[in-house]
């Protein structure tokens, strides 16, 4: 049985029963702003960039795994797999919001998804169990420090790899590829993001998809919130018009709440990865080969079609790439 720590307070048991709140939609973009929520408006500052704030523009790609696995039990001595296998369990900072990615399914208890999938396999390829983990729920803007403060190994929570992230942690190479879209009514008239002109739309505080929002010129509220189903919760309240996120986040609120459609172009592409401690170069060469030995034997894709499959097309895991 896997240990799960709460890391935040828990505002929502799970996705479900968020989705089950009724809703209550508001005409026009007269809507009152969330309590606590940060609402700004327009670009950002002239000469910065979405996703990066430190000046970085160019991310690098990831490192190349050095030969075969080790067996599991048999970590090499001194590696940080081994300080893992000592501890006797992977602590992994995941999400417990995000339906089909990574969320508590109402009826065990049990987190699961695409993501959780990814720290199974990790935990198996240390400990040849997949359930020796310890979840930690973590908001998205607490990725970063969790991994910096040591308080997770590993952070698998549609963690976008990003320059400026990079300055900060190690990412492995990325396992699936995402595109950011936005959330509306199922009866809006609104075809493309332009159409909110005005309206407060809602994401992640601290998150890429915030970013890419902010510096839109065309006038949005952008409304930050902990989470997404925090966002949920909100826009099912008619407080905000429309919520954006990655689509494959958005297909799992779209699948659960019949009220909504996924509408617009792309707004932004993303590409998912494990974060881990900066420059525990041993633990990012060990899982990029676990993530290639998953994209090898079809495992990575299985999974991606088992919680997927709902969007059409369906994401295929993204190719490795690596600087050396």
Not at 140 to 167: H, L, M, P, S, W
Request: net charge neutral; glycine share 10%.
């Amino acid at each position: 049985m896997s240990v799960v720590n709460i890391a935040r307070p828990v505002r929502y048991l799970c996705v479900a029963a968020v989705l089950a709140v009724a809703s209550l939609w508001v005409a026009g973009a007269g809507t009152a702003t969330p309590s606590g929520a940060a609402v700004t408006g327009g670009a950002p500052a002239p000469g910065t960039t979405p996703g990066a704030t430190s000046g970085c523009t160019q991310t690098k790609e990831s490192l190349r795994p050095m030969g075969a696995l080790p067996a599991p039990g048999a970590m090499p001595r001194g590696s940080t797999m081994a300080a893992i296998a000592g501890r006797g369990r992977l602590i992994a900072g995941v999400d417990q919001g995000k339906y089909l990615v990574g969320y508590r399914n109402p009826m065990t208890g049990d987190l699961q998804g695409s993501d959780i999938d990814i720290v199974r396999q990790i935990a198996a390829a240390i400990f040849g169990d997949p359930n020796r983990v310890q979840f930690v729920v973590l908001d998205v803007a607490d990725r970063v420090g969790a991994i910096e403060r040591g308080q997770v190994d590993v952070v698998v929570n549609t963690f976008t790899v990003t320059c400026d992230r990079q300055q900060h942690v190690d990412f492995s190479t990325a396992y699936l590829a995402a595109a950011q879209r936005v959330l509306v009514p199922i009866n809006s008239k609104v075809t493309e993001i332009e159409g909110l002109t005005g309206a407060q739309v809602c994401t992640s505080v601290g998150s890429t998809t915030e970013q890419v929002l902010r510096a839109l010129p065309i006038g949005l509220h952008v409304v930050s919130l902990p989470g997404i189903p925090d966002c949920m919760v909100e826009f099912q309240r008619g407080r905000v018009a429309a919520v954006s996120s990655d689509d494959v986040i958005l297909a799992g609120l779209a699948a659960q709440d019949p009220q909504t459609k996924v509408i617009g172009r792309p707004l932004a592409h993303a590409l998912y990865a494990v974060g881990m401690k900066h420059d525990a170069t041993d633990f990012v060469r060990f899982v990029n080969a676990v993530l290639e030995r998953a994209r090898s034997d079809g495992s990575l894709a299985h999974s991606d079609q088992r919680w997927l499959g709902v969007l059409d097309p369906v994401p295929q895991p993204a190719p490795a790439r690596y600087r050396d």
